[in-house]
C-alpha cells in the first residue's frame, strides 16, 4: 500500500447478516461463502456465534480450518462459556480474532443487563482478559455505543484497552445516528481516550434510517480504521453497512481519504450473487454497486454521453467491481473442467470429485433444455437442492401436474421423506397450489408460506426461473429456492428446499437449548 493507511474490512454477512431472518445458512453455504470473501480479500470474516448453537460452533470451527489468507473471527457475549467456547471454534484458525460485546446505552444497562455501569466496566474488562488469555487479537464491543454516553464510552473503551483489546469497536446497533454526529463521535473517542493509539477504532453501522453506509464513512473520514458490514447490506432487520458501498465510496473518493482498503474489488459482483442465491435475498434492481442497473443507462441523453465518454455518467467502471457481460460461458460441449474452472472463478469449490459429478450431470441436463448457459444458471445450479445434501430430509423424485382451461389444476408429488418413497395427489388453484398442497400433506409440518416470487434469470423464454418462497412456523422464518427452466418444478424445488430447512432448525433448536 502507498502513504495512505489501510483501512481494515471486517466482514460479517456470515454473523449479522445471517440474522436477518430466514437468512440461516448451513456449513456448506457459510463455508462457500467465506472462501468467496478470502477471495475477495477481506482483512476478516465474522464466522459467526459459536455458542448459538452446535450448527454455529461447526460453522465458525469449519471455516477457521478452511481459510488461509482472511483472519476468522467468532462472536461471544462477556460471558465466560461465550469466549471458551469461541476460543474452542477458532483454536484452528491460522489467524483468528476474539470478538466480545456488553452492552453501554442506559437503557440496555438498566433494561437489558440489570447491571450499573461499574459491574458493566468490571465485566468488559475480566471478558477481554479471558479472551486474550486464549488468542492475542481481541475486538471488544460497546454494544449500542450510539446510544451511550460519550464520557462512560470514554472509559470503558480506555479500561478495555488496558485490559489486552487491540480493536475497539463503536456499533450504531440500533442505526440510530446521523453522519455528522457519528463522526464526532469517533473524532472525540480518538482525541480522549489516552490509550487510543494502542487499539484500532472500529465502526459497525446499522441500516435502520439508510445510514449505515454514510455513518461508517464519517467515521472513516474522522479516523476509524477498521469498518464492519455485510455483503448486499444484509443484517439485522434494516441491515448493516454495505460492504461494497463503503469499500467503492472509500475507492472512488479516495481524493477525500486518507486510507484505502487492499480488496480486490472485481470479486464484488461474484460475491453478492453468492451470497443472494444462499440467502435467497434478492439485490434490487437500483441497489448502488450491485444492483442489475447500477451501470445501465436507459436515457437517450446519457447513453449519447457514455458512448462518446463513459465519464460523462459514470463514476465507476463495472468492470472494476467485476461486471462483466453476463455472458454465454459453457454450452452443451463444455466439459467438467471447464465447468468446474468456471464456477471457481465464480466462487465455488467443489468438496470432492462427487459434489463435482452431481453438479457436472444436473448442468448436462439443463444444457440439454436451454442453448446458453449464464453464470447466474451456474450459480443457481450449484445452489440447487441437492449440492449439499447432507441435511435433507425431503427430496423431490418427481412431479406431475395437469393444467388445462376449465379444470381444476392438479399435481402428483412423489418425494422421499427421510428415505421412503410417499405419494401425495392434490388439486389447488394453480398447479403450483395443487403441488405445494401435495407436498405440505406429505411433510405433515404446519408453517405459514409467507412470500413467492418468482424471477427470470436471464432473458429468453428458455430462461430460468428462480422461485424464493419464505416460510414462517412458530416465528422461526426460513427462505428456499429452486431454479428450473419450468417454474413449477422450480417451485416444487424451492419448497422443499424451505421444509429442509424447516426441519433442520427443529432439530437445531431442540440441541441450542440444552447447549447454551
Ligand atoms: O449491532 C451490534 O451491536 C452488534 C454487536 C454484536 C457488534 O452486532
Ligand atoms: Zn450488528
Not at 247 to 275: G, K, P, W, Y
Request: glycine residues 8%; proline residues 2%; charged residues 25%.
Amino acid at each position: 500500500m502507498n502513504e495512505k493507511g489501510k483501512l481494515i474490512i471486517f466482514d460479517t454477512t456470515l454473523r449479522d447478516g445471517e440474522q436477518s431472518p430466514g437468512a440461516s445458512m448451513t456449513r456448506e453455504e457459510k463455508l462457500r461463502i467465506a472462501k468467496a470473501l478470502e477471495k475477495l480479500r477481506v482483512d476478516v470474516i465474522e464466522a459467526g456465534f459459536p455458542i448459538a448453537s452446535p450448527g454455529d460452533f461447526e460453522a465458525v470451527q469449519a471455516v477457521a480450518r478452511a481459510i488461509r489468507d482472511s483472519r476468522v473471527c467468532g462472536l461471544a457475549r462477556a460471558l465466560e462459556k461465550d469466549i471458551d467456547c469461541a476460543g474452542e471454534a477458532l483454536k484452528d484458525a491460522v489467524s483468528g480474532r476474539i470478538h466480545t460485546f456488553i452492552a453501554t446505552s442506559p437503557i440496555h444497562m438498566q433494561q437489558k443487563l440489570r447491571m450499573t455501569p461499574d459491574q458493566v466496566v468490571e465485566q468488559a474488562v475480566w471478558a477481554v482478559k479471558r479472551a486474550r488469555n486464549l488468542i492475542d487479537d481481541v475486538e471488544f464491543s460497546a454494544e449500542d455505543a450510539g446510544r451511550s454516553d460519550i464520557d462512560f464510552l470514554c472509559r470503558v473503551f480506555e479500561q478495555a484497552i488496558k485490559a489486552g483489546a487491540t480493536t475497539i469497536n463503536v456499533p450504531d446497533t440500533v442505526g440510530y445516528n446521523l453522519p455528522d454526529q457519528f463522526g464526532h463521535t469517533i473524532q472525540t473517542l480518538l482525541e480522549r481516550i489516552p490509550n487510543a493509539d494502542k487499539a484500532v477504532f472500529s465502526v459497525h453501522c446499522h441500516n435502520d434510517l439508510g445510514l449505515a453506509s454514510a455513518n461508517s464513512l464519517a467515521a472513516v473520514a474522522n479516523g476509524a480504521r477498521q469498518v464492519e458490514c455485510t455483503i448486499n447490506g444484509l443484517g439485522e432487520r434494516a441491515g448493516n453497512a454495505s460492504l461494497e458501498e463503503v469499500v467503492m465510496a472509500v475507492r472512488t473518493r479516495r481524493d477525500l481519504f486518507d486510507c484505502d482498503t487492499e480488496l480486490d474489488t472485481t470479486q464484488i459482483v461474484n460475491c453478492s450473487r453468492l451470497v443472494a442465491s444462499i440467502t435467497g435475498f434478492p439485490v434490487q434492481p437500483n441497489k448502488a454497486i450491485v444492483g442489475a442497473n447500477a451501470f445501465a443507462h436507459e436515457a437517450g441523453i446519457h447513453q449519447d454521453g457514455v458512448l462518446k465518454s463513459r465519464e460523462t455518467y459514470e463514476i465507476m467502471r463495472a468492470q472494476d467491481v467485476g461486471w462483466v457481460q453476463n455472458r454465454m460461458v459453457l454450452g452443451k460441449h463444455s466439459g467438467r473442467n471447464a465447468f468446474r474452472a468456471r464456477l471457481e472463478e465464480l466462487g465455488t469449490v467443489f468438496n470432492s470429485e462427487a459434489e463435482l459429478n452431481t453438479a457436472f450431470g444436473r448442468f448436462k441436463d439443463l444444457a440439454d433444455k436451454k442453448h446458453e448457459i449464464f453464470d447466474d444458471d451456474l450459480q443457481a445450479l450449484v445452489n440447487d437442492a441437492g449440492f449439499s445434501s447432507e441435511n435433507e430430509r425431503v427430496r423431490l423424485i418427481s412431479l406431475r401436474v395437469c393444467s388445462e382451461t376449465g379444470e381444476t389444476p392438479r399435481a402428483s408429488v412423489v418425494l422421499s421423506l427421510d428415505g421412503q418413497e410417499q405419494h401425495c395427489s392434490a388439486e389447488g388453484g394453480g398447479p403450483v397450489d395443487a403441488a405445494f398442497k401435495a407436498i405440505e400433506s406429505i411433510v405433515g409440518v404446519e408453517a405459514v408460506l409467507e412470500l413467492y416470487s418468482v424471477n427470470s434469470l436471464t432473458s429468453g423464454t428458455d430462461a430460468q426461473g428462480e422461485v424464493t418462497v419464505r416460510m414462517q412456523k412458530d416465528g422461526r422464518i426460513v427462505n428456499g429456492q429452486g431454479a428450473d427452466t419450468d417454474i413449477v418444478i422450480a417451485s416444487v424445488k424451492a419448497y422443499v428446499n424451505a421444509f429442509n430447512k424447516l426441519l433442520q432448525d427443529q432439530e437445531e433448536t431442540h440441541v441450542q437449548q440444552g447447549h447454551v
